[in-house]
């Protein structure tokens, strides 16, 4: 499961590395505090022993949290990168790769349609978010921040951390932000700000982003897109015309957040924060009297509200976008698109599989189902028991509870307003070859529950 062959390409380049400071006396001692190699081995032994311990996130019949294993090249450039041990907060701690942070970031800014943009990486989709919420509040002061049901819950905790009133808009039956809810927030005023959810984390799906830019031209808000996990499906040919048309008008946005470390490739520790109009770089101006002092160049801790931040993230970044360019058709595309083929997939056959309920067709990759049971107290506790047979059979899947409201065709008792479902995240490549063992996984998972 695990790639070795690749660690043989780390040693030359750090050769090549070293050899950019050959001009400096030899330092022959070992790194200190010293220790020896046997101590160290059985330190690591220990650690490989401890992190059996989790879930096999890398293996196709791992399908549960939204969690894809980071491309070999992500880790041999961020492993590379620590023997520098960049600091991305100022050009004195790490210049080349706070430049190669400027370019992938403007790689995928360029993905998203934008020659020009102010943008940095983040520890994550929740920093990037917060950022992004900010600056909408420094332009709209006090006024309503607005997302769907189904967004994020980051979204109503950040606005409590910055003090910004919050509102949830209503979802439709595809969990998608209600156009109508939306409309009538606006017209009962003091909204500053709309979040568009493009791959909710629940399910996958894609708030309609084109009748939400009509809504705009009439009540005048700022657009924050939230794609932290579904901004690269820009790149996908196969979405559906819904999900197309919200990817193609991104580029309306006032601001997008996007995470590399769900469906990028790269290790944690890597979100992005794009903003459409460079000027809102003026709201984190700061004066540092510590850390900016080797250039007069713009320091990324200058656009950033993080002070110090992995360089070596960005260099991981980097890398893998030289490998695998943001492109339609690309390799890269092509992984995103066998995860959605698996979905719909995999949708199709429960949706003819009388032991299962089905609703939400896939936007993106993400699948959401049932078992059958008289009532939603029966299904979730069918869900719950589904889950825990299938990972004793290797499959590994999660638990997501839905409002009743997106399931109207279901013939059950509704005893509660809410339901627990299955959920499968289809986000690597090889999910498309693993359909018929994972299917047959569920089979005997759900049979050995609903029989007993
Ligand atoms: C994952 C996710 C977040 C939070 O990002 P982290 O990287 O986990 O901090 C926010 N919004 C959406 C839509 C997400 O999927």
């Known amino acids: ?17 070293a050899a950019g400071h050959a001009d400096l006396p030899p330092v022959s001692s070992a790194p200190q505090p010293a220790a020896d190699g046997d101590a160290m081995a059985a330190v690591l032994m220990q650690v490989a022993g401890r992190l059996q311990d989790n879930y096999p996130y890398a293996h196709p019949l791992y399908a549960g949290q939204m969690l894809k294993p980071p491309h ?20 004195d701690g790490g210049r080349a790769s706070s430049a190669m942070e400027r370019e992938a970031v403007a790689g995928i800014a360029a993905m998203f349609g934008w020659t020009q943009h102010l943008g940095h990486l983040t520890g994550g989709g929740t920093l990037a978010n917060l950022e992004a919420l900010w600056v909408a509040d420094q332009l709209h002061p006090g006024r309503k921040i607005v997302a769907s049901a189904q967004a994020h819950y980051t979204h109503a905790r950040l606005t409590q951390v910055l003090k910004i009133p919050f509102q949830a808009i209503a979802h439709d039956e595809r969990a998608r932000m209600g156009v109508a809810a939306l409309q009538a927030a606006l017209e009962a005023g003091d909204v500053g700000t709309v979040v568009v959810t493009l791959g909710t984390t629940a399910a996958g799906a894609v708030d309609p982003l084109p009748a939400i830019l009509r809504l705009r031209e009439r009540h005048g808000f700022r657009i924050h897109v939230d794609a932290a996990y579904g901004g690269y499906h820009r790149l996908a040919g196969n979405l559906g015309a819904d999900a197309r048309a919200a990817f ?18 790269q290790p944690y520790g890597c979100g992005c924060v794009l903003f459409k109009d460079p000027s809102v770089g003026r709201f984190y101006r700061h004066d540092s009297p510590y850390t900016y002092f080797s250039s007069k160049e713009l320091h990324l801790g200058e656009i950033s509200l993080e002070c110090s931040r992995a360089g070596a993230a960005a260099v991981a970044l980097w890398a893998t976008m030289q490998l695998f360019p943001l492109q339609r058709g690309g390799a890269f595309a092509q992984g995103l698109e066998a995860g959605r083929e698996a979905a719909l997939a995999l949708h ?19 699948v959401v189902w049932a078992p059958r049971g ?49 959920r499968a995240c289809l986000m690597k490549p090889e999910h498309r070859d693993w359909l018929d063992p994972l299917y047959a996984r569920l089979g005997q998972a759900t049979d050995a529950v609903v029989s007993n």
Not at 2 to 7: A, G, H, I, K, Q
Not at 76 to 86: C, D, G, M
């Open 248 to 265: 193609d008008a991104i580029g309306e946005a006032d601001s997008i957040v996007v995470d590399p470390h769900k469906h990028g490739l």
């Open 374 to 422: 008289a009532s939603a107290s029966e299904v979730s506790a069918r869900s719950q028991a589904i889950f825990d047979a299938a990972a004793r059979e290797g499959l590994h899947l999660a638990v997501a509870s839905f409002p009743k409201a997106l399931f109207p065709q279901w013939n059950i008792a509704w005893d509660r307003d809410t339901v627990a479902c299955l």
């Open 72 to 91: 070999p090249v992500a880790r041999l450039a961020y492993a590379l990168a620590t023997f520098v041990n960049p600091n991305n907060h100022a050009l």
């Open 1 to 17: 499961m695990y790639d070795t062959e690749s660690l043989a390409l780390l040693a030359p380049a750090l050769q090549r590395l």
């Open 348 to 366: 199709a056959r429960l949706a003819a599989d009388p032991r299962f309920l089905t609703a939400l067709a896939p936007e993106l990759d993400i």
